[in-house]
């Protein structure tokens, strides 16, 4: 039988400074950068007086096709009073958003042939939407 001598065991030291310099050299590398609001440049406005955007929104109307039936600002149209009340609006067509809303139950003729009457007044801002 062995007799256990009185010697106290000794623990690697050096292995655990190892391990501990790879993570701190692994929390280094992919650590992000913490950045200061305070110092972030942020562009003011000037004192001077600030003039406002310029306006460019266009004048709309809605017209809404139905079965048979056309109909600008509550109002019902034919095709040829359709044509030429959007003539007068012809001169100016670039200052006109006209808003087609078509129902469920309008045929596809009906919207083509709207469009082809926009054309023919020259307005070419115009969006189309569907009506439940």
């Known amino acids: 039988m062995k007799v ?13 400074i ?6 701190l050299i692994f929390f280094i ?8 609001e305070a ?11 600030v003039q406002p955007p310029p306006d460019d929104r266009k004048l709309t109307f809605d017209l809404y096709i139905y079965k048979d039936t056309y109909k600008i600002s509550g109002q019902s149209y034919t095709l ?12 100016s067509a ?6 087609v809303k078509v129902s469920e139950d309008a045929s596809h003729e009906n919207l083509v042939n709207v469009l082809d009457v926009l054309n023919g ?3 070419k801002n115009f969006g189309i939407y569907t009506l439940k």
């Open 29 to 36: 590398v992919t650590s992000k950068e913490i950045t200061n």
């Open 4 to 16: 256990k001598s009185n010697e106290k065991t000794k623990i690697p030291i050096s292995a655990m």
């Open 80 to 91: 040829s009073k359709m044509k030429s009340f959007l003539s007068v609006y012809s001169e």
């Open 121 to 123: 007044a020259g307005l």
């Open 18 to 23: 190892d391990v501990t310099f790879l993570l």
């Open 39 to 49: 110092f972030v440049k942020v562009n003011l406005p000037g004192k001077g007086k």
């Open 94 to 99: 670039d200052d006109f958003q006209v808003n």
